[in-house]
């Protein structure tokens, strides 16, 4: 082999290694960026669970309060009704 045959041998060899080498590099920066936003998005997540967690929470609190008035307010309507109020 004479020397133009090496350095073409080294240069398609050279070739090879950057056509494998540079999509395995822009791979591998792509799933970095992706597992950052994935990371981001549980924390958002898990953000928002709690968050309708406690509104659900205060919206129950909200509806028992509002139950025992309607209640206070029916017994006290029965017992007008019960002693001659409007009928």
Do not use: N, Y
């Not at 540079?22 to 928002?48: A, F, H, N, Y």
């Amino acid at each position: 082999m004479t020397e133009w045959g090496v350095v073409g041998v080294l240069i398609a060899l050279l070739g090879f290694i950057a056509a494998v080498v540079r999509p395995i590099v822009s791979l591998t920066r792509s799933i970095t960026e992706l597992t950052v936003v994935v990371r981001g998005l549980r924390t958002d997540m898990d953000d928002q669970k709690q968050s309708a967690h406690e509104t659900h929470r205060r919206l129950w609190q909200r509806e028992e309060e509002q139950d025992r008035r309607l209640s206070s307010h029916e017994q006290r309507i029965g017992v007008l009704e019960g002693k001659g109020g409007i009928r």
